[in-house]
C-alpha cells in the first residue's frame, strides 16, 4: 500500500512540475533550454570558433535584447541566428555601432524583401565594442540561440 502512494505522489510532482514548465515557457510548451538549437548551430559554424552563445527568449511585443561584443579588425566574424522549431516567426540578429542602434552594420533580416539569412559574415575593419541585438520578426514572441564565432 505504501509503495502504491508513493508513486501516486511521484506522478502528481512530475505532472505539476510539466504543468508549470508550459506556464512559464514563452512558446507555451515548446523547449526553450537552447540545447537542440546549439546543437544544430555548431554544425553550421563551419571554419569558424565559437566565441559566445546566446539563449534568446522574448515575450510577445518584447523589446529586443542587446549584448555588448567586442571585435578586432582584421578579423572575419559568423554570426548564427537558431531558431527553435516551435517559433511563429524567425529570430532576427542585428549588429549595430552603439546600444542606441544609431547605425545598424548587418543583420540577418532583409524587411523590404522579407528574406531571412543563415548567418551574417562580417568582415571587422574596427575594432571596437560593437552590440548585438536579438528579437522576433514582427514582436512576436519566441526563442533560439545566436552563435558569435571568429575565423580559424
Do not use: W
Not at 17 to 26: D, F, K, M
Not at 46 to 66: M, S, V
Not at 98 to 116: E, Q, R, V, Y
Amino acid at each position: 500500500m505504501k509503495i502504491k502512494t508513493f508513486f501516486y505522489y511521484v506522478i502528481i510532482f512530475i505532472g505539476i512540475g510539466g504543468l508549470l514548465s508550459v506556464i512559464s515557457s514563452p512558446l507555451g510548451g515548446s523547449d526553450c533550454s537552447g540545447d537542440a538549437e546549439y546543437a544544430s548551430g555548431l554544425g553550421k559554424l563551419g571554419a569558424y570558433k565559437l566565441i559566445k552563445d546566446y539563449r534568446i527568449e522574448q515575450k510577445k511585443g518584447a523589446e529586443p535584447q542587446a549584448y555588448m561584443v567586442s571585435l578586432k579588425a582584421g578579423l572575419k566574424y559568423r554570426f548564427l541566428p537558431v531558431n527553435n522549431p516551435g517559433n511563429k516567426s524567425k529570430m532576427i540578429m542585428s549588429i549595430y555601432m552603439n546600444k542606441n542602434k544609431g547605425m545598424m552594420l548587418a543583420t540577418s533580416f532583409n524587411p523590404a524583401s522579407k528574406k531571412h539569412y543563415p548567418s551574417i559574415d562580417f568582415n571587422c575593419r574596427t575594432t571596437g565594442t560593437f552590440y548585438l541585438f536579438f528579437e522576433m520578426e514582427g514582436g512576436d514572441k519566441g526563442c533560439g540561440v545566436g552563435m558569435f564565432s571568429v575565423s580559424n
